[in-house]
């Protein structure tokens, strides 16, 4: 096995690209980077127990001379054995109807083919024939444009996507290496005329900035790859720390997430944007990057300093809410986590032992034992009452307008709402807490805040009903 295969087995095995029996779709453009890699893959197939399959996309922008492009691979794979899969798309007319860029829309139905060949074949990778220089471009180009840490890892030697990994083999590999395989190996390949024309940026950047910054450092492509290299490694290690905060912090609900803000400022800052980012993208902006101004934004809402009820925007149909301690982050343009609009009544018959109320995401407990086995409230999560006093059937609603409780130790009533105020209650929750009603209309308790005066236990009591809340979320503390 000469250098290249045993170089590329050794890279394979170190990054993980693929396992013995793989079949893998190798995606062949005609061009020197495509064709190499198709060859030294089928060299290497034996020894890998891999099956390979040739994918070549047609973008018909360039009419015979893509038509020859397409010919030549077409009589590569045939001499190499490899099956081969091609498509002729009209790409001009599928620009023409979406009005994206070309060279979005190109990759956007390019990649569909080859996972639909995938797909056919049963194949678990993709291979791509993205090189050194690409990488380089890459990475000059995201620092020119602006990008994060991140950013500057540049292009990945493997990723998810449907199922199936795309995988870079040559990504270490320089153009010019990979020319001199080909003039070698006698690989033949094709000459893309689009690649010298500069209203792409990419090729702007290959074909005039790169020269340009090679004559002040003439090392500067193996400079980015290696910056490139560094940044993967540390991001991935700072992914691995960001999603273990994640676990031990955030709280996922049905229609979001919930963060406690001194949680978050207990963070290294670094740390702190990079699980607003991680949060963002559970929830619902996983397709598109999200600015660093709307991630500061959030941040910064945490502080002691700033409003203690606020809400932000943070696009496709993501909403952060700050509510006191908690940070709520919403899918759609509700403000908290639960919706108000119908409310919710459950009538609740004595001898009744146990209640869901999935609009306030709790479970009620209600136990009937005798006076001498009642203990003590543990919190304000429980209550005792005396059962003889107590009038059935309850109610357990959420608020309603002019809702008022003979609060236990003062003179008279008071208004829940004011009770929710001076409690902190989020206003996403006002809309949802329980509140238990006895069966003339008043007020008994309302979990986590406060009890009535009403039903008390005293010595002559005997027999004690017991309730207690419990949340999915310990908001009341």
Request: negative net charge; charged residues 25%.
């Amino acid at each position: 096995m000469d250098e290249w295969l045993s170089e590329l087995r050794q890279l394979a095995k170190r990054e993980g690209l693929w396992s013995p029996g793989d079949t893998v779709v190798v995606a062949v453009s005609g061009g020197p980077d495509s064709m190499a890699l198709l060859h030294l893959l089928h060299r290497l197939a034996p020894t890998e127990a891999l099956t390979l399959v040739a994918a070549h996309v047609n973008h018909g922008f360039r009419g015979e001379e893509s038509a020859m492009e397409e010919e030549s691979v077409r009589r590569f794979a045939e001499v190499l054995g490899i099956p081969y899969e091609t498509v002729l798309l009209d790409m001009p007319a599928y620009i023409e109807e979406t009005g994206m860029n070309s060279q979005a829309a190109s990759r956007l139905k390019r990649y569909e083919f080859l996972h639909e060949v995938a797909h056919t074949y049963g194949a678990a990778r993709i291979a791509l024939a993205h090189h050194a220089d690409d990488q380089a471009e890459t990475v000059l180009m995201r620092i020119m444009r602006g990008t994060s840490p991140g950013g500057l890892a540049g292009i990945a030697f493997s990723r998810s996507e449907k199922n199936v990994e795309l995988i870079r083999p040559l990504l270490r590999t320089y153009k010019a290496d990979i020319l001199r395989y080909c003039e070698e190996r006698a690989v033949p390949y094709s000459v893309d005329s689009s690649n010298s024309r500069k209203h792409y940026f990419r090729n702007v950047v290959r074909l005039d900035i790169l020269p340009y910054l090679s004559a002040h450092n003439p090392q500067i492509s193996q400079s980015l790859v290696r910056l490139a290299e560094l940044a993967a490694a540390e991001d991935d290690w700072l992914a691995q720390e960001t999603k273990a905060v994640f676990d031990r912090h955030v709280l996922p609900r049905r229609e979001g997430c919930q963060l406690n803000r001194k949680a978050l400022l207990g963070l290294h800052v670094a740390l702190q944007r990079r699980l607003i980012k991680l949060i963002l993208n559970y929830i619902g902006l996983e397709t598109e990057p999200t600015s660093f101004e709307s991630v500061e934004t959030i941040r910064l809402a945490a502080f002691e300093s700033a409003a203690t009820t606020w809400s932000f925007d943070a696009g496709s149909g993501v909403r952060f809410v700050r509510e006191y301690d908690n940070l709520l982050f919403v899918r759609g343009s509700r403000g908290g986590m639960t919706s108000p609009s119908s409310g919710y009544a459950y009538v609740v018959a004595e001898g009744t032992e146990r209640l869901r109320l999935p609009e306030a995401e709790a479970v009620l407990t209600i136990e009937e034992m005798a006076a001498s086995d009642a203990r003590r409230p543990a919190n304000r999560l429980e209550a005792l009452f005396d059962g003889d006093l107590l009038d059935f059937p309850l109610t357990v609603r959420n608020r309603r307008p002019g809702d008022r409780m003979e609060v236990l130790g003062l003179n008279g009533t008071k208004k829940v709402q004011d009770m929710f105020v001076d409690d902190r209650i989020a206003p996403s929750r006002r809309e949802v807490l329980p509140i238990i009603v006895d069966a003339h209309g008043n007020v008994v308790w309302i979990p986590g805040i406060r009890r009535s005066g009403l039903a008390q236990v005293k010595e002559s009591t005997s027999r004690v009903i017991r309730m207690k809340a419990q949340f999915a979320s310990d908001f009341t503390v």
